[in-house]
């Protein structure tokens, strides 16, 4: 972003808020996605760029979705949505039915969410955009527990599956998340302490970040005996 401003370059200057906005979703900052995906709107809009305009909406709807504005977050990410495939943006399109899901999901649409995993998984496969193929199973798992209950195998081996692939691929975050849905599921069924094993391992990998929300709830299930 700093760059951006020295050279005075408007669309690399809305690449770096769109950056800025995405890394804190991932860390889940969401007063931080909605500062910089605002400002990355306001810049885009001004210099007609409907690339970054609508990568701002779907970020600026996952802002408000976290502040309970769900029929707001729905329709700023679904206008974005929108925008990106009328311009034939075909990239990233996993990870923005990742924030979509994520709204659907507070909005208690828990059917749709799941078709929309289930879509962004045939995506995955037909293009090879894997960067968000691990958190996509960890989804699946639990919207299919949410749907049908403890009982349901393919749930229980999607999250096993998600855990898998994240550890393959080195991405250390969406371990966590498949480890903490993983022992979620497993501590009612005897298996807690293998569980607890495999978040505190995955855990001790981390050495910064322990303030966000994800390293947050790993610790504290691990403080919980």
């Avoid at 050279?7 to 909605?34: I, N, T």
């Avoid at 659907?104 to 955009?129: S, Y």
């Avoid at 919207?143 to 403890?150: K, P, S, V």
Wanted: charged share 25%; aromatic share 8%.
């Amino acid at each position: 972003m700093q760059l951006a401003e020295k050279v005075e370059h408007p669309f690399s200057s809305c690449y770096g808020l769109f950056c800025a906005a995405w890394l804190y979703y991932l860390r889940g900052e969401f007063d931080l996605v909605d500062q910089r995906a605002q400002a990355c709107l306001d810049l885009a809009t001004a210099h007609g760029f409907p690339y970054w305009s609508a990568w701002a909406s779907i970020l600026g709807g996952a802002a408000e979705a976290a502040r309970g504005s769900i029929p707001s977050a729905l329709e700023m990410i679904g206008q974005g949505i929108d925008v990106l495939r009328m311009v034939g943006a075909g990239l990233g399109q996993p990870f923005y039915q990742i924030v979509l899901t994520n709204a659907l999901v507070q909005a208690g649409q828990t059917e749709k969410a799941l078709d929309t995993v289930e879509e962004a998984m045939e995506v995955v496969e037909r293009t090879g955009e894997r960067c968000f193929a691990a958190e996509l199973s960890r989804m699946k798992g639990e919207l299919r527990l949410a749907l049908n209950g403890q009982d349901d195998p393919v749930a229980e081996a999607e999250l096993v599956a998600a855990r898998e692939l994240a550890r393959e691929q080195g991405a250390r975050s969406l371990e966590l998340r498949a480890t903490i849905s993983l022992h979620r599921r497993w501590e009612g069924q005897g298996r807690e302490d293998e569980s607890r094993t495999l978040l505190d391992e995955v855990y001790r990998h981390f050495t910064e970040g322990h303030d966000t929300p994800d390293l947050a709830e790993a610790r504290l299930l691990l403080r919980n005996r």
